[in-house]
């Protein structure tokens, strides 16, 4: 019942921050998630980092359909 | 190329401005919001168009400005249509509501089988909006028909109470003249004919979407905002597979789907794995729950072409810089009893593909 | 990809064979409602396997004397409505937030700060934040409720409709549909929570708890295992979404959800009322409550003729066995939240459709 989606960490000023998501740049509270930094990939939802991500499961759980539809372009931003 | 548009003398005043008929623009007294005035028919209206509208929109029926364009087509079967404009925000990455104007409806003329020669403009002002934004805007419109080689013939200024529009509203109607042994309808669509997309879906409106007060978030998201009648003339003219084309506007691919199956009688089959995607496009419609497939395109039309003719048709599409990312995405298929649009997905399995609701809600659940 | 999807489809294939009867899976979520029917899982199962929609969709399970709340306090011209988009079309007993005339004062946020922003932004207005979701999105409004108390943001109130997903699951095995075999349990909710807290679902119940993400592997691969554990007759709590989800969950977040709300009984449409279900705002933010603010007593709605979206919510009948659906029942002109909730069963089923099984 929660859309969420997987994104990096690229500003962070408190607990304000901003994060990339595939070329989507949104701002997401980090208050649940005090321990995490610069460069982080997380988890956000209704705009608040909830979890982090392991960066190895990630590209088995999201990957996995882009291994078949290939788009030849757009370097792979969630796994970094 | 005859255009085919009346070559009438200039009359006699306009010899004396011509010095002003450059594409620089002159102001007599400088005003940096549109008040009523400019559009009351008086003095304000007249500099109005002497000093923005004329200038960039050189051609002679316009500026005869008569009440009415006096055009000389080169055939009787002409595409006429109108599209009203009221986007917001009026600017975007990739394009504005000027471009729009122009691109959207010279791809519904394109779309019917059409070459788009003309277009009138009108343009509802709201009083206080900045000068400066409405330049830019007829910026865009000047640049968008001179690059797909259309003139505004004619055209028309109101202006409206502050309050009584939002910032600026526009409408065009176009003309084109329906390309020579072309024809293109629903009727002629038959099963096993393949359905062709000239690129990537969900662009636009991904766009515009997240430049909307509430959702703004910055983005590598552009509109795909561009006229494609060139490409669709090229198709048209070097094969005679064509048997349909629509421009996937509001409601996406899926609504013009849903159409073309309705308006055939037919079933439609996709495969998911073939429809171009942005991959930033779908992560932001995923953050939203959007449904790539119900978002609005502006650069982009489906063909319905058949079997023996689908390869050209891909090849010239892909040979265009609108048509780079072209692809087969599905096929017309038998229907046992109400048509409907049916997509394969990225895993094997099947689901319909229903008509949008007609506005997209962004969720979090 | 395609051998784990064979591999999962013999997995489901061998549970079959060895029950030698139907298989019912709930899916607890309605975000994997909405993924199973968008990549079309349900046309790749073997006939046996059935998946049912449980009340995870948290518009669906909304009781509707909150909706209408909601539209009560929408007409008021001292309140902003700050929500989600969620619960835009949801109808109450008198039209929805969508149908209201004055749109100007009801607002789509995507976050409970947006709601804060409102308030901070319109001091002579209440903002009034439609709260709904489960233990996933309870956070986010808690923040948001320390926050206002910590900077005296006194125009923003919170109405509080956040729901508990394993109370539902034991009642609904305690009494409404005792024939789930098994649970796909939400990714989400889990990261917030843990999956530790469906223990009490296997060892309590015995029924195998497999948590998965959105994604239509993730869900695969969670029906193949739920189908494992069946076929050997046992029932086990596993998480196949590693990468965010842990045993004991997002500890911060359970604490912040603690010191604002309590869990307390609360009607579920569908589940009548189910103890300790939903989350109320603590007596010391008791000033955030709208209900306390606006002197609301909740009372639970009626249920609209002929509307079955009880039912559906526990798995008990599929949406084309209302007489309504599709027909009065439609997501233009919906009765009940089922169909109209993006994530609702009737919505998915209705959008989605039965398309032919390809297995």
Known sequence: MCLAIPARI??????????????????????????????????????????????????????????????????????? | MQRGLNTAMPREQDNRKSEHQGLTVMKTKKHDRILLAHGGGGQLSDELIRHHILPRFKND????????????????????????????????????????????????????????????????????????????????????????????????????????????????AGIGVQLAGVDLSLERIEVGDKIIINGTIGDHGMTIISQREGIKFESQLKSDCAGVGELTCELLKNTNGVKFMRDPTRGGLASTLNEISRGSGLSIEIRQGDIPINPTVQTAADMLGFDVLNIANEGKFVTVVSPESTEKCLNICRGHQLGKKASIIGEVMETSDIPIVEIETLIGGRRIVQMPYGRELPRIC | MLEKIYKAQSLMNSACESLGRQINIMEVCGTHTVSIFRSGIRSTLPKGVKLLSGPGCPVCVTDQGYIDTVLALAERSDCLIATYGDMIRVPGSSGSLETKQSSANIKIVLSSEDALQLAKDNPEKTIVFVAVGFETTAPATAVAVQEAAAKSIDNFCVLSGHKLVVPAMRALLSGKNDKIDAF??????????GFGAFAEIVEGFGRPCVVAGFEPMQIIEGLGEICRQLAKGFAELKSIYTAVVTEEGNTTAQKIIAECFEPADGYWRGLGKIEKSTLKLKDKYSRFDALNRFNITETPGKEIKGCRCGEVLCGLIEPPECKLFAKSCRPDSAVGPCMVSSEGACAAWFKYGDAKRTG
Request: with cysteine; net charge negative; charged share 25%.
């Open chain 1, 10 to 80: 690229v500003e962070l000023e408190g607990d304000n921050a901003v994060v990339d998501a595939m070329g989507n740049r949104y701002r997401a509270k980090t208050t649940l998630l005090p321990e995490t930094k610069l460069g982080d990939l997380v988890l956000v939802h209704a705009g608040f980092a909830i979890s982090l991500v392991d960066e190895e499961e990630a590209k088995k759980t999201w990957q996995l359909l882009a291994e078949i539809s290939d788009f030849d372009e757009t370097p792979n931003k969630v796994s970094g």
């Open chain 2, 61 to 172: 029926a316009l500026s005869e400005l008569a009440d009415s364009a006096k055009l000389n087509l080169s055939s009787e079967s002409v595409c006429f249509t109108t599209d009203s404009y009221v986007v917001k925000p009026l600017f975007f990455n990739g394009g504005d509501i000027g471009k729009l104007a122009v691109c959207g409806t010279i791809n519904d003329l394109a779309v019917a089988g059409s070459k788009p020669e003309a277009l009138a403009l009108a343009l509802i002002i709201e009083e206080g909006f900045e000068f400066e934004s409405l330049e830019r805007i007829l910026g865009s419109i000047s640049k968008a028909a001179r690059q797909n080689e259309v003139d505004i013939v004619t055209g028309d200024i109101k202006t409206v109470e502050a309050g009584a529009a939002d910032k600026i509203f526009i409408n065009t």
């Open chain 3, 184 to 193: 796909l349990c939400p990714g989400h909710v889990s990261v917030i929570i």
